[in-house]
């Protein structure tokens, strides 16, 4: 049995960047709970090193070979973590041009979990108002736990048992695996098709 490709997808601009870590630890625990049942290979994109590539690619409509496997990556996906910064109260453009640029049927009924890091906890709502409609348009299968990780999120070490990050990146990420688990398998390709005339042949006395 082939393994399970997990694709996390992070558009933060800096390095390090609190995105990035984000977008690694829901990886990490989402392959915890997917290995109980399928070993799971994980890739991280990261959309920063792939930017002028996204913008040339919004005004040609060619994509250059490092993007082309970036969205090829996320679009063979069993299942996609899609983590960005929060900038005036949404997504950010570089996050946004990138799900652009993939075919708007790539990503119907596959499982994605929804992230978002930003400095206040006031900008928590930009999951529910901006990226969760962004997926249900694209006809994903969006996980019920969104997660987004304030600055002050980094300092608790996640210890609160109801409330704290660790606990809501390890409910987002078995909520994932699930969806990714009971996703029907994809059909075999056929390999030759047996013309009509060669079946009834076969059926005759």
């Given at each position: 049995m082939k393994p399970l490709k997990l694709v996390a997808v992070s558009a933060g601009l800096s390095q390090p960047s609190s995105t990035r870590l984000l977008a690694d630890r829901l990886a990490e625990a989402a392959r915890r709970h997917l290995a109980e049942e399928r070993a799971t290979e994980v890739r991280v994109v990261e959309l920063r090193d792939l930017a002028t590539d996204i913008a040339n690619t919004m005004v040609t409509g060619f994509p250059g070979a490092a993007l082309r496997e970036a969205i090829e990556a996320v679009t063979e996906a069993d299942g996609v973590i899609a983590?960005?910064?929060?900038?005036?109260?949404?997504?950010?453009?570089?996050?946004?041009?990138?799900?652009?640029?993939?075919?708007?049927?790539?990503?119907?009924?596959?499982?994605?979990?929804?992230?978002?890091?930003?400095?206040?906890?006031?900008?928590?709502?930009?999951?529910?108002?901006?990226?969760?409609?962004?997926?249900?348009?694209?006809?994903?299968?969006?996980?019920?736990?969104?997660?987004?990780?304030?600055?002050?999120?980094?300092?608790?070490?996640?210890?609160?048992?109801?409330?704290?990050?660790?606990?809501?990146?390890?409910?987002?990420?078995?909520?994932?695996?699930?969806?990714?688990?009971?996703?029907?398998?994809?059909?075999?390709?056929?390999?030759?098709?047996?013309?009509?005339?060669?079946?009834?042949?076969?059926?005759?006395p």
């Open positions: 983590v960005t910064p929060i900038f005036t109260a949404s997504y950010s453009g570089l996050f946004k041009s990138f799900f652009d640029v993939i075919d708007n049927t790539a990503l119907a009924g596959k499982p994605v979990l929804i992230a978002a890091t930003g400095g206040t906890a006031r900008h928590s709502l930009a999951l529910e108002h901006a990226l969760r409609p962004l997926f249900a348009y694209l006809r994903a299968i969006v996980v019920p736990t969104a997660v987004y990780a304030a600055s002050e999120d980094w300092g608790t070490g996640g210890d609160d048992r109801t409330e704290g990050l660790a606990v809501r990146i390890s409910r987002a990420a078995e909520e994932l695996a699930d969806l990714v688990l009971r996703r029907p398998a994809a059909a075999e390709p056929i390999d030759a098709v047996i013309p009509f005339a060669q079946q009834l042949a076969a059926l005759r």
